[in-house]
């Protein structure tokens, strides 16, 4: 929950909380813990005809079409990841409903700590989201708001954004180009057209491809977190050789990244209370 926008995600009441944005309205979804094998999620709906998507992005947001027998057999051949596999088997790829919430997420992370990203992203929420009907989120939560669309957030201006300017540049030009349709998250040549933008570069293309496009390869050799993790693992730092020695973990290395980030002392990795 260390990356959890607030006002859009929560840990409460035992569960993970997010709003949604269904074709018939705002949602909330609740996914606790698993209990013998499954979750028991729970929809709150603007419209009941919306819970097939409903459950369709509960279920992308768990991962749950992967086949962990099949990736952690794949996985298990490099002995550095062995342990690492036999310790928590079965890792999944968090997934993110929304590509365009998760682009413009990612934008807002770059180069900067996971609190920070959080507070950028928290002012977006308030002041450009759009608020949840009342009585929609469970009575006690901090939900509050829907993620701003890429139209809400045209209307962004740069005294609203506490980051160096070539980021703002970055941020304005992606949400641009989102609004406008001149990238198109959802369609074929998604991570071509995101890569042509000014300021995004593989690191952001590839988490975008991760988390929000379903791509089981995707692969961040930059990151901090995965450099950190190599080095106490024995594996390359340098990006081109890291590259070179995770061949061996195609098509799967999306997966080999939440192990190798499983590795690290991190808020990231720690359950709530």
Do not use: C
């Amino acid at each position: 929950m260390a990356t959890a926008v607030p006002g859009v995600e929560e840990w409460f009441a035992g569960a993970y909380r997010r709003t949604l944005a269904l074709p018939g309205g705002p949602a909330v979804v609740s996914l606790p813990p698993p209990v013998d094998g499954a979750v028991h999620a729970e929809l709150r709906l603007s419209v009941p005809d919306d819970e097939p998507e409903g459950v369709r992005l509960a279920r992308r947001l768990l991962d749950l079409d992967a086949d962990p027998v099949a990736i952690d057999g794949h996985l298990r051949r490099d002995p550095v990841l062995t342990p690492l596999v036999d310790a928590a088997p079965g890792r999944r790829v968090p997934g993110s409903p929304d590509p365009d919430e998760f682009a413009v997420r990612a934008v807002l992370g770059q180069q900067v700590s996971t609190a920070a990203a959080r507070t950028h992203a928290s002012r977006l929420v308030r002041d450009h989201g759009t608020p949840l009907p009342a009585g929609l989120a469970p009575e006690g939560s901090s939900l509050t708001h829907l993620f701003p669309t890429p139209h809400q957030l045209t209307a962004l201006t740069d005294d609203e954004l506490g980051m160096p300017a070539s980021r703002k540049r970055t941020l304005h030009g992606l949400v641009a180009a989102l609004a406008e349709g001149r990238v198109d998250l959802h369609g074929p040549d998604a991570r071509e057209q995101l890569g042509a933008l000014r300021g995004i570069g593989p690191w952001t293309v590839d988490s975008v491809a991760m988390r929000s496009l379903a791509d089981p390869d995707a692969f961040l050799p930059s990151d901090l977190g995965i450099r950190v993790a190599a080095r106490e693992l024995g594996l390359p730092e340098r990006d081109r050789d890291l590259i070179v020695r995770a061949e061996a973990w195609r098509p799967y290395r999306a997966y080999a990244t939440q192990y190798l980030w499983a590795a690290l002392d991190h808020a990231v990795n720690t359950m709530p209370a």
